[in-house]
């Protein structure tokens, strides 16, 4: 069909041209006249005007799709709020492209529609521009991802969607076999075998935006099925690999929202990340450091701070007089969802510190207090203590919070680090079961594989997450390219001989034909492309996601399938 131009590329340059646009009509107004209408492409929107003399004008309504050929002019009136806003179009022919029925949602970035209407008619949902950016920004970032990684020679390879369950620590999807009636596939939770299995096969250099799939409870940035930025290399150590990476991200922030990142990126030990920031995703654009506190503390005569693990306090500075019961009451809450039992909150007004809890204290304990603190009149200061993994995420969590209520974060800022050294192994406070803090193929730093037989949870591991802007943003390690070290972590997992040999049988034979050393990491594409376009909400860069019970409104999925199904992959529902 006839076209000559992008709408919104058209300006005062190309005044006097005779041009042919196409596009949905996004608004129209009729003065008599003159009809105004405002045509919408991808690229934006431009003023179309028909004057009443014109001939065979169809009829004009909202979204339906016109064919509009004329001449561009300077406007009166410009509107900067449109990048085209300087001319307008003046009509010579409209043609009536297609109709369209009256949408269900406004298709303006502006929107009161409820989320799950948007899902339903995501179609709708994505001609609204701020949409369309979105998916621009994730289509920016996976180029330049490629141009990138293929500058240094890494190349694209697919790996399987119909595999074997793989390590990452969450529950698999499951694709029943036809064929093979009782057995399985999963889907991948990551291609992580697979990329090491490239190493070995020579590729030396792999990447992937790899589709991922993790049955878990969803978040607000949490999808089903989400988009990696794939990445495994060979013969390089953690700081060339990392510097490699660090470059990466660098391209991406350049060519997405021309931000300059600094390299290199500062490196965090995981225990410094956690005792510092109360979590292993710092934010750092703000304070509200934690203390350690306990000395201090376990002189007060306060008997629920004896024998706790960890007692540590945040500040948070000039909120004292707005810390009513209720806030307090709100701060309890959140600790007990931490699985504490409860926390202290004390006020500094009056150069001294104030609050109920004070009974318990003497002088000296307050002045050290103070000044650990660095307290000043209306500053809080709270307090928890308990075992350390809960004490620790508990103040995290309550300084972002702070951060956030306060307006603390400027808009349009960066933070970007790597957090290292992360433990090789954590215990479940559930289950108390250890597991692999990243996966099991994360390699043990050489200097702690002593503690192997005797004490495994002291083994911290060559793994490194980037963390941006308090989100993980991705994780990757070192891998073990050692079989007998592979499976002695097998077992400290718990697994037995025969579960080896099933689970990973394949891939640790591989390891006896000339494993190099290899490392490699993971970008969660849906996660940059929330941090880049500015969302909180994964479903917002994702094109057709799944709503927060895991169902597409759109579609319906998942659906009951028919019996005759059923019968083929000898599958029977359990009615409960
Ligand atoms: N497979 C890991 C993940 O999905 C990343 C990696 O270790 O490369 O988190």
């Known amino acids: 069909m006839e076209r000559t131009a992008r709408n919104a590329e058209l300006s005062i340059k190309n005044v006097g041209e005779s041009v042919t646009v196409v596009g949905w009509v996004s608004k129209r107004r009729n003065l008599g006249s003159i009809l105004f209408v405002d045509l919408r492409d991808r690229s934006g929107i431009v003023q179309v005007v028909i004057n009443d003399d014109l001939k065979d004008v169809p009829e004009i309504r909202n979204e339906y799709i016109l064919q509009v050929k004329g001449v561009v002019s300077k406007r009166n009136n410009p509107n900067p709020q449109l990048k085209s806003g300087e001319i307008e179009i003046v009509a010579d022919k409209v043609v009536l492209v297609n109709t369209a029925k009256t949408t269900?949602?406004?298709?303006?970035?502006?929107?009161?529609?409820?989320?799950?209407?948007?899902?339903?008619?995501?179609?709708?949902?994505?001609?609204?521009?701020?949409?369309?950016?979105?998916?621009?920004?994730?289509?920016?970032?996976?180029?330049?991802?490629?141009?990138?990684?293929?500058?240094?020679?890494?190349?694209?390879?697919?790996?399987?969607?119909?595999?074997?369950?793989?390590?990452?620590?969450?529950?698999?999807?499951?694709?029943?076999?036809?064929?093979?009636?009782?057995?399985?596939?999963?889907?991948?939770?990551?291609?992580?075998?697979?990329k090491q299995l490239l190493m070995i096969g020579g590729l030396e250099r792999y990447y992937q935006i790899a589709r991922c799939f993790r049955d878990e409870d969803l978040r607000a940035d949490r999808q089903p099925d989400f988009t990696q930025i794939d990445i495994e290399t060979s013969f390089l150590d953690q700081d060339q690999f990392l510097t490699m990476m660090e470059g990466l991200i660098k391209e991406i922030f350049k060519k997405t929202i021309n931000y300059d990142v600094k390299?290199?990126?500062r490196r965090i030990p995981y225990r410094e990340a956690m005792d510092k920031y109360g979590s292993d995703k710092?934010?750092?654009?703000?304070?509200?450091?934690?203390?350690?506190?306990?000395?201090?503390?376990?002189?007060s005569t306060f008997e629920g701070y004896q024998g706790a693990e960890a007692i540590r306090a945040i500040k948070i500075d000039g909120v004292a007089q707005n810390t009513s019961r209720k806030v307090i009451d709100?701060?309890?809450?959140?600790?007990?969802?931490?699985?504490?039992?409860?926390?202290?909150?004390?006020?500094?007004?009056?150069?001294?510190?104030?609050?109920?809890?004070?009974?318990?204290?003497?002088?000296?304990?307050?002045?050290?207090?103070?000044?650990?603190?660095?307290?000043?009149?209306?500053?809080?200061?709270?307090?928890?203590?308990?075992?350390?993994?809960?004490v620790l995420p508990l103040l995290g969590a309550l300084r972002n919070q702070y951060a956030k209520e306060l307006g603390l974060i400027k808009p349009n800022t960066y933070d970007l680090l790597w957090v290292v050294d992360f433990p090789l192994f954590e215990r479940d406070v559930e289950s108390n079961q250890i597991t692999s803090t990243?996966?099991?193929?994360?390699?043990?730093?050489?200097?702690?594989?002593?503690?192997?037989?005797?004490?495994?949870?002291?083994?911290?591991?060559?793994?490194?997450?980037?963390?941006?802007n308090g989100y993980e943003a991705g994780g990757g390690s070192l891998r073990i390219y050692n079989q007998e070290v592979q499976h002695k972590i097998f077992e400290v997992l718990g697994l037995s001989e025969e579960d080896i040999k099933r689970k990973f049988g394949f891939f640790i034979d591989a390891f006896q034909y000339g494993t190099p050393p290899h490392a490699g990491m993971a970008f969660g594409l849906d996660r940059l492309t929330m941090i880049l376009g500015q969302t909180d909400?994964?479903?917002?860069?994702?094109?057709?996601?799944?709503?927060?019970?895991?169902?597409?409104?759109?579609?319906?999925?998942?659906?009951?399938?028919?019996?005759?199904?059923?019968?083929?992959?000898?599958?029977?529902v359990k009615k409960d």
């Open 263 to 265: 390299l290199p990126l």
């Open 330 to 390: 709100g701060l309890t809450l959140e600790a007990r969802k931490f699985g504490l039992g409860g926390l202290t909150v004390l006020k500094v007004e009056n150069n001294t510190l104030t609050g109920s809890f004070i009974k318990f204290l003497n002088e000296e304990i307050i002045n050290d207090l103070m000044k650990e603190m660095d307290a000043k009149n209306d500053d809080i200061i709270i307090i928890a203590a308990g075992k350390a993994n809960r």
């Open 282 to 299: 710092p934010d750092t654009r703000f304070g509200f450091l934690l203390h350690d506190v306990k000395e201090i503390l376990l002189k």
């Open 438 to 468: 990243h996966h099991p193929f994360t390699r043990p730093r050489d200097e702690d594989l002593k503690y192997l037989d005797t004490d495994p949870t002291k083994i911290l591991s060559y793994a490194y997450d980037i963390v941006i």
């Open 537 to 572: 909400n994964i479903r917002d860069v994702i094109a057709f996601p799944k709503n927060l019970s895991a169902v597409c409104p759109m579609s319906g999925a998942p659906e009951i399938v028919d019996e005759a199904q059923l019968d083929e992959l000898g599958i029977q």
């Open 104 to 194: 269900p949602l406004i298709i303006a970035d502006e929107t009161d529609a409820l989320e799950d209407t948007r899902l339903k008619y995501r179609y709708l949902d994505l001609r609204r521009p701020i949409m369309q950016g979105y998916l621009d920004i994730r289509h920016k970032i996976k180029m330049a991802a490629h141009n990138y990684l293929d500058s240094l020679n890494f190349i694209e390879v697919e790996t399987p969607i119909l595999t074997l369950s793989t390590p990452e620590g969450a529950r698999d999807y499951l694709v029943p076999s036809r064929i093979h009636h009782g057995c399985f596939y999963a889907l991948p939770q990551s291609p992580q075998i697979f």
